[in-house]
């Protein structure tokens, strides 16, 4: 007799759930473009508003004023401070062939990584020499929180990825290197990108809250707020299926197709009286983007050229945001 074959069960999207290692995430898939551009930005999320604008998308109301939340993002520009270059083995995969640093780093930089004050531009020329070794290359970048309302001096570094061929990404990094990527140098308005941040951490629950089971019946056992037959006695190895107690949030996550519908240079248009809730006064460049996006106030939320919708459906029609 055949032995019974079952499906997978349930989503493994969030399954197992891994505590992110850094307030911030990395991005590993980037979008295969021809455009010579950076392909993602970041800003520091300040809260959330209320905007009314002309609904252009298909359905009842299109055309129409309709209400949508936003959530507010300041865009300070980012600064490029060096390129990494990548080769492909067959066998381990991508690794790191050699990287290139700024010959003047800036000092808030310093306070985050370690960058030789000298730099090693001479490395873009072992990287050309090796051209044909290499598969990818990715600006380092690193953000400007002095420019933005928090409170903070130590920036975030990490890699952005270039659009174009190899030859292409090599000069456009060596062309960046010690300049400034501004918000628009990426998006437009009306555009879709991908958000990816860490979610905000709740430290320990149990597996009620945790994953929304249902609690035992008094009669049934002397807990209620627990998983109930949790697997046989031998093989007495638990299934990764099983609902326990353990780390809530602090999650790495992506939401896909997050719609930019207004960028401006003058913080003011959009400010609170008093300031965002936790956050404060915004000092620089704003984005509102449609929605919600993951993480908690002031953290910093990674944008990505969307990797699954690419059409701009033109530019939004705003006519009031609420203060």
């Known amino acids: ?17 891994v505590r992110a290692e850094r307030m911030y995430p990395e991005i590993s898939t980037w979008e295969d473009s021809d455009e010579q551009k950076p392909l993602g930005f970041a800003g520091y999320k300040a809260g959330m508003t209320r905007v009314l604008m002309i609904d252009d998308t298909e359905g009842a109301t299109k055309g129409q004023e309709v209400a949508e939340a936003v959530t507010v993002l300041e865009v300070p520009p980012l600064r ?4 990494r270059f990548y080769t492909e083995d067959p066998n381990s995969g991508k690794q790191v062939f050699t990287e290139a640093w700024t010959e003047s780093p800036s ?3 310093q306070k985050a990584v370690d960058v030789p004050k000298e730099g090693n531009m001479d490395n873009f020329e072992k990287a050309r020499e090796n051209s044909e070794r290499i598969t990818d290359v990715r600006l380092l970048v690193h953000t400007q929180p002095g420019n933005a309302g928090i409170s903070k001096s130590k920036p975030e570094n990490f890699e952005l990825g270039i659009g174009g061929t190899v ?8 062309e960046m290197i010690g ?7 990426v998006f437009e308005e009306g555009e879709f990108s991908d958000a990816v941040s860490v979610t905000k951490g709740r430290g320990t629950e149990g597996p009620v809250q945790r994953y929304g089971i249902k609690k035992l019946g008094h009669k049934t056992q002397k807990k209620r707020r627990k998983a109930g037959n949790v697997g046989p006695w031998h093989p ?18 992506t939401e896909q197709n997050k719609r930019i519908l207004s960028h401006g240079e003058d913080g003011q248009e959009v400010q609170k009286e008093g300031g965002f809730t936790n956050y404060g006064e915004l000092k620089s460049e704003y984005i509102l983007i449609k929605g919600s996006v993951p993480g ?3 953290r910093l939320i990674r944008l990505r050229t969307a990797l699954r919708k690419d ?3 033109g530019q939004p029609e705003i006519t009031h945001i609420e203060r």
């Open 1 to 17: 007799m055949a032995d019974k074959n079952v499906p997978t069960s349930g989503s493994l999207g969030f399954k197992p759930k």
């Open 80 to 83: 490029v401070y060096g390129a």
């Open 107 to 109: 000092k808030a930089l």
């Open 167 to 174: 030859e292409e990404k090599l000069d456009y990094a060596e």
């Open 179 to 185: 300049k400034e990527i501004n918000f628009s140098d």
């Open 236 to 253: 007495d190895k638990l299934s990764w299926k099983i609902p326990l107690p353990g780390q809530q949030g602090f999650n790495n996550r």
């Open 296 to 298: 908690a106030t002031k």
């Open 311 to 313: 059409e701009n459906p």
